[in-house]
């Protein structure tokens, strides 16, 4: 086939104006791919698996439109559609193949026992906690934080095709109680089950307790007054405040 006549095939096949939209597209998906992909924390493999699948398509776009043509009555032949269906069959494995191979030059780090709330920090970029972080290989440093728990930093070495899961238990942070009267009066502070602790409470002295999650009983009493009680329930990290008021006998 002479050149000139290639290029009228070309054009009668539309080859050249699915090439132009092909162009447009695959500019738009390149501009949209990484800002998506650091909002949503996905690994650095993604664009160049994107980057593959798009120029894989290049030559699929190419040969649909060349095969993808209506003869005279306007249908479409079944050679045409076999031939489409097998150009989508091999792109597809290729492009699986392709991001396989970006993985297996990863590795993974993946948590497990962490509250639903914990995010991984990961060399200063934030990951979600029910979800493996891919690295590349080389020595990364990770901090785990969650509300009302102690933050967990470490350091992991990370080769190629590596997959590590760590079962973690973050340590709550201890809960605060205060206790406060505008009048001296009595309190007797206990957790269900466990020991009590009285102390006297005034003005400016108000009592304050640092202790793990729990529920807490208060009873505060004075001289001819009915006693106030309280039961509080101590949340990690959290603090909890009661005034003391009394109701006459």
Same mark, same amino acid.
């Given at each position: 086939? %002479? +050149?000139?006549?290639?290029?009228? %095939? @070309? ?12 162009? /447009?597209?695959?500019?738009?998906? @390149?501009?949209?791919? %990484?800002? =998506? ?9 993604? @664009?160049?698996?994107? /980057? ?8 699929? /776009? ?10 005279? +009555? ?14 989508? =069959?091999?792109? *597809? ?19 497990? *026992?962490?509250?639903?709330?914990? =995010? ?17 290989? &080389? ?12 933050? !967990?930093? &470490?350091? /992991? ?18 809960? !605060? ?14 957790? @269900?089950?466990?020991? +009590? ?16 999650? *729990? ?19 101590? %949340?990690?990290? !959290? ?11």
């Amino acid at each position: 086939m %002479e +050149a000139g006549t290639l290029v009228n %095939e @070309l054009k009668r096949r539309r080859v050249f104006r699915a090439l132009v939209v092909y162009g /447009v597209v695959a500019f738009a998906v @390149l501009q949209i791919i %990484e800002p =998506v992909m650091h909002g949503l924390h996905w690994p650095d493999a993604v @664009l160049s698996g994107v /980057v593959i699948g798009l120029a894989i398509a290049g030559p699929v /776009v190419v040969a649909i439109a060349w095969i993808f043509d209506a003869n005279d +009555a306007g249908s479409r032949s079944r050679l045409g559609l076999v031939l489409v269906g097998l150009s989508v =069959v091999v792109a *597809g494995g290729f492009l699986a193949f392709s991001l396989r191979k970006v993985r297996a030059a990863l590795g993974s780090i993946q948590f497990k *026992g962490l509250p639903v709330e914990a =995010v991984i920090h990961v060399d200063g970029e934030s990951h979600a906690s029910d979800k493996p972080v891919y690295l590349r290989e &080389g020595t990364h440093e990770f901090e785990i934080l969650a509300p009302g728990y102690e933050s !967990r930093p &470490g350091v /992991v070495w990370m080769t190629k095709n590596l997959a590590l899961v760590f079962d973690i238990s973050l340590k709550p942070l201890p809960g !605060r109680l205060s206790v406060s009267s505008e009048e001296p009066v009595t309190c007797t502070v206990a957790p @269900l089950g466990g020991p +009590a602790r009285t102390e006297k409470v005034g003005p400016d002295t108000p009592l304050k307790i640092d202790r793990p999650a *729990g529920t807490m009983h208060v009873k505060c009493v004075k001289p001819g007054a009915a006693a106030f009680e309280r039961t509080v329930k101590i %949340e990690p990290g !959290r603090s909890e405040y009661i005034e003391v008021t009394f109701a006459s006998k």
